[in-house]
């Protein structure tokens, strides 16, 4: 029995130093059923797949559909034995394919924008993506509407662009908030028809925004609809290319009031306004502002914190002197640029002497005067 155990024990001693000789000599494989894999990424693969075809080298996946690139490491693994159960056989070393999960897709930004700002890169890509109703502009609103396009009030306005343009030079000036003392002024109408006469300028991109939002009217003169409009966008109900209107020829623009609702103050100043300023001022030329009078609500105070420069609305021989007075100290430091005389008669106005008072415009100049 002793010989018999020293010769066991001598064979169990010969076997276990096979394993150690065979791995010096090039990692071979011992036994039917060894199969190990050596890896050259973070994966780990014990049999290789029947079908899985031979690569050579690492290479990269192009994902066509979603422009994705897809990585793909190599595995080397050792073949199987082909020799019989306990012959050792030295292992073939091949290469298979393993594609990694691609990673989170974030979305695409809207054509035309800037991926990091979301940012319109051209007045072109915002027209293309903004809502197009068919404005009806209203003649006894509207200076520049065909019949009243040669009237002395369209010549007005024609000088308040020019003096603008004067103290453009001088200053930067884009935005400008139009504003009154007390209601019922005209600021609507000085507004509506300074863009209008801007935007009548050769390659000139003029945006008008409504930000009265207590009791809006600015989308009436134009013919155009109230809502989706700037208290939408202020609420997160609306984008930006959704609130902005593109109804006739020519490069204006218009955001009207919106939604109504009983938070307009606080809306204002909920800092999503000075954003949509940041991100549409850069397309245009002129931003026209529209605001609730200065005196019975602070709404104008906020909005001119966004503008550059303010204008003053005085209805003649109507607002009383106090008021006006109490406007401007209220006013001017938010950047008072200067103050508009509304509501004259038409004999007060030099345009007679010119051409501009002839019969043709006598009704039209009155109907726009009241």
């Known amino acids: 029995m002793s010989k018999v155990y020293e010769a066991l024990k001598r064979a169990q001693e010969e076997r276990s130093s096979v394993v150690p000789r065979a791995a010096e000599n090039g990692n071979a494989t011992v036994g039917p059923e060894a199969s190990t894999a050596t890896l050259m990424g973070p994966a780990v693969v014990e049999k290789p797949p029947a079908s899985t075809k031979p690569v050579d080298t690492e290479t990269w996946i192009q994902d066509s559909a979603d422009t994705v690139v897809t990585?793909?490491?190599?595995?080397?693994?050792?073949?199987?034995?082909?020799?019989?159960?306990?012959?050792?056989?030295?292992?073939?070393?091949?290469?298979?394919?393993?594609?990694?999960?691609?990673?989170?897709?974030?979305?695409?930004?809207?054509?035309?924008?800037?991926?990091?700002?979301?940012?319109?890169?051209?007045?072109?890509?915002?027209?293309?993506?903004?809502?197009?109703?068919?404005?009806?502009?209203?003649?006894?609103?509207?200076?520049?509407?065909?019949?009243?396009?040669?009237?002395?009030?369209?010549?007005?306005?024609?000088?308040?662009?020019?003096?603008?343009?004067?103290?453009?030079?001088?200053?930067?000036?884009?935005?400008?908030?139009?504003?009154?003392?007390?209601?019922?002024?005209?600021?609507?109408?000085?507004?509506?028809?300074?863009?209008?006469?801007?935007?009548?300028?050769?390659?000139?991109?003029?945006?008008?925004?409504?930000?009265?939002?207590?009791?809006?009217?600015?989308?009436?003169?134009?013919?155009?609809?109230?809502?989706?409009?700037?208290?939408?966008?202020?609420?997160?109900?609306?984008?930006?290319?959704?609130?902005?209107?593109h109804g006739q020829e020519g490069n204006l623009c218009f955001i009207a009031a919106g939604t109504q609702g009983s938070d307009p103050s606080e809306l204002l100043s909920n800092g999503m306004f000075d954003k949509l300023l940041d991100r549409l001022a850069p397309l245009f030329d002129w931003v026209i502002i529209d605001s609730p009078p200065c005196l019975p609500v602070s709404d104008a105070n906020v909005l001119g914190n966004f503008c550059d420069g303010v204008l003053l609305v005085v209805r003649a021989r109507s607002t009383p002197s106090a008021a006006v007075e109490r406007a401007r100290k209220e006013l001017q430091k938010r950047k008072l640029i200067g103050a508009i005389l509304n509501g004259i008669q038409a004999m007060d106005t030099y345009g007679g002497y010119y051409g501009y008072g002839n019969q043709k415009t006598e009704k039209a100049e009155k109907s726009l005067l009241q």
Do not use: M
């Not at 890509?125 to 509207?142: A, F, H």
């Not at 209008?196 to 939002?213: F, G, T």
């Open 71 to 245: 990585p793909v490491i190599t595995v080397k693994v050792a073949a199987q034995p082909s020799g019989g159960a306990g012959s050792p056989t030295t292992g073939t070393k091949e290469h298979v394919a393993i594609p990694l999960q691609p990673e989170h897709r974030l979305p695409r930004p809207a054509a035309g924008r800037d991926p990091r700002t979301g940012q319109f890169l051209r007045f072109e890509d915002l027209l293309k993506s903004c809502v197009k109703p068919s404005w009806i502009l209203d003649p006894k609103t509207v200076a520049f509407c065909e019949s009243n396009e040669n009237s002395a009030g369209a010549e007005q306005f024609r000088t308040l662009r020019t003096r603008l343009y004067q103290i453009r030079e001088t200053a930067p000036l884009k935005k400008i908030l139009v504003t009154s003392a007390l209601a019922n002024e005209g600021k609507t109408f000085v507004a509506t028809n300074l863009a209008q006469s801007i935007a009548r300028e050769r390659d000139r991109k003029v945006l008008l925004i409504d930000s009265d939002l207590r009791s809006p009217s600015l989308h009436k003169p134009l013919g155009a609809p109230l809502t989706p409009g700037l208290s939408d966008y202020l609420r997160g109900q609306a984008s930006d290319p959704e609130i902005v209107q």
